[in-house]
């Protein structure tokens, strides 16, 4: 999986608990990206970042928050989990440069469970 | 709102056949990209076409895109049984740059022994 680690992989959580998955990636790339997978929805962007300390929101960004304070590392927080945030989220991460720039390499997933 | 939309959504295939895969989108790209996913994996990013092509090939695989109609098909050749998967087609956009990606819902690719 191209150098990208998510942890931890599976975790079970109760509502109104926080959870912050992390991402971690070798390959020294720009950008990096949280996404979750729901059934009938496919991949939907929740925030990315273009650089240390530089977020933005995306499509599905309400009730996560993000951090990035070096290159090689991605938090997605819920700070109150609700049922609704039970999902597969997926880390990316693309070079922003080069030939390949726009290409996106994806970790191998994290099944979160809110009950 | 989705950008892509995958048709069919599910598609049954014997080994050995072609496989087509369609992917309409709503607005401008500069680039349009195919990825598959194993069950229960993360995707994989299998060819990127942009706006001023109209058809690449990477092996077995050929993508061509038609921006007048804002659509793109993926064909597999000579399908093989780990060629079942899920295919995403992904889209960027002038207006938000090529760094973000909107997907697709997927078609989920069977390939029959």
């Known amino acids: 999986d191209a150098g990208i680690t998510q942890s931890p992989r599976h975790k079970v959580t109760e509502t109104g608990t926080p959870v912050t998955l992390r991402c971690h990636q070798t390959e020294n790339h720009r950008y990096m990206y949280w996404y979750r997978q729901d059934p009938g929805h496919g991949l939907r962007l929740i925030h990315y970042?273009?650089?240390?300390?530089?977020?933005d929101k995306g499509e599905v960004s309400d009730g996560y928050s993000v951090s990035r304070s070096k290159t090689e590392d991605f938090l997605l927080t819920l700070e109150s989990a609700t049922s609704s945030q039970t999902s597969v989220y997926f880390c990316?991460?693309?070079?922003?440069?080069?030939?390949?720039?726009?290409?996106?390499?994806f970790g191998p997933g994290t099944r979160l469970t809110v009950t | 709102s989705q950008q892509g939309e995958e048709d069919p959504q599910a598609l049954s295939i014997q080994e050995g056949e072609n496989a087509t895969m369609n992917c309409s989108y709503k607005?401008?790209?500069?680039?349009l990209q195919w990825y598959r996913q194993n069950s229960g994996r993360g995707l994989v990013h299998l060819i990127l076409i942009r706006s001023n092509e109209r058809e690449k090939h990477s092996g077995r695989l050929r993508v061509t895109l038609d921006t007048s109609k804002k659509s793109s098909s993926l064909l597999i050749t000579a399908s093989r049984a780990a060629d079942t998967a899920s295919y995403f087609c992904a889209t960027d956009s002038p207006n938000f740059g090529n760094e973000k990606l909107t997907f697709g819902t997927g078609t989920r690719l069977t390939i029959i022994p």
């Open positions: 990316a991460i693309s070079e922003g440069s080069g030939s390949r720039s726009y290409e996106q390499y």
């Open positions: 607005t401008s790209i500069n680039n």
């Open positions: 970042s273009y650089g240390v300390k530089d977020t």
